[in-house]
């Protein structure tokens, strides 16, 4: 089996007007990772702009077309590059790109997961009402893995390429990534790692551009997809019952 590294893993970062840490983003994406891929989802702030002149695969939406969208054309720029996983990380600076070797020492050691880097540590300073939805949404999300699964909502991922390449996944927007999770357990027969990380937020210190995510919107839009597909499976108690009892995979070690 062949180990991943920095030489076969690409790193996709959707980017909707992100000028403010974009190319932080990309720089420190950079030291870690040889081949990276910037989707630019028709940003009218310069976005492209800031990362035209580094190594990276750039790709550019005319118009705004979803993270959802944004992730499917990455993923298959990074096919066509023939890595053997992609990692993912939001444009706005709250992933840090130092985490990425932990993660792929994490997929090394768990052949095959779908790694997830999870904000498990200093998890005090996200807002009350993030934490909220997410631990709603893991609620949710595990129930249709069929496992129990740490931070569903985070965007900085690792699949590896029996994952990424899965084709016609269904879903838009956040939907896309809940969707990724549940068809990488029940498609591809893939578990999940969560990897501890710290994930920043804005503050006194540092500055970010506000969250493209909308609690209840998007809450409600990944909530009714993964009802409909709970209930689409049937035997919802038993299903229930079954990914209770199966505890979510922590690499503390990574």
């Not at 990276?36 to 939406?61: E, N, P």
């Not at 839009?221 to 409909?228: A, D, E, L, P």
Request: aromatic share 6%; glycine share 8%; with cysteine.
């Amino acid at each position: 089996m062949t180990m991943l590294d920095r030489h076969n893993v690409a790193v996709v970062i959707p980017a909707l007007n992100e000028r403010l840490r974009i190319r932080e983003v990309v720089s420190e994406a950079l030291q870690h990772i040889d081949h990276v891929i910037v989707v630019d989802d028709g940003s009218d702030d310069g976005t492209s702009d800031c990362v035209r002149d580094l190594a990276v695969t750039l790709l550019r939406h005319e118009q705004r077309m979803g993270k959802g969208q944004s992730l499917r054309d990455g993923f298959a720029e990074a096919t066509r590059m023939g890595v053997l996983a992609v990692a993912t990380m939001d444009g706005d600076g709250q992933h840090k790109a130092s985490d990425l070797p932990r993660m792929i020492a994490a997929a090394n050691r768990h052949p095959g997961a779908l790694v997830i880097g999870a904000r498990m540590k200093k998890r005090a300073s996200q807002p009350w009402y993030r934490r909220l939805g997410n631990d709603f949404g893991d609620w949710g999300i595990s129930w249709g893995c069929g496992y129990r699964v740490v931070d569903t909502q985070s965007g900085q991922r690792l699949y590896p390429r029996a994952v990424f390449t899965l084709p016609d996944v269904p879903g838009e927007g956040f939907v896309f990534e809940a969707q990724m999770l549940m068809s990488a357990s029940r498609e591809a027969g893939a578990g999940v790692v969560a990897v501890p990380v710290e994930a920043r937020y804005a503050s006194a210190e540092q500055e970010f551009r506000k969250s493209h995510f909308r609690l209840f919107r998007d809450l409600y839009n990944i909530t009714s997809h993964v009802v409909k597909q709970i209930v689409g499976r049937g035997d919802m108690l038993r299903e229930y019952a079954r990914t209770r009892a199966r505890p979510p995979v922590i690499d503390a070690d990574a």
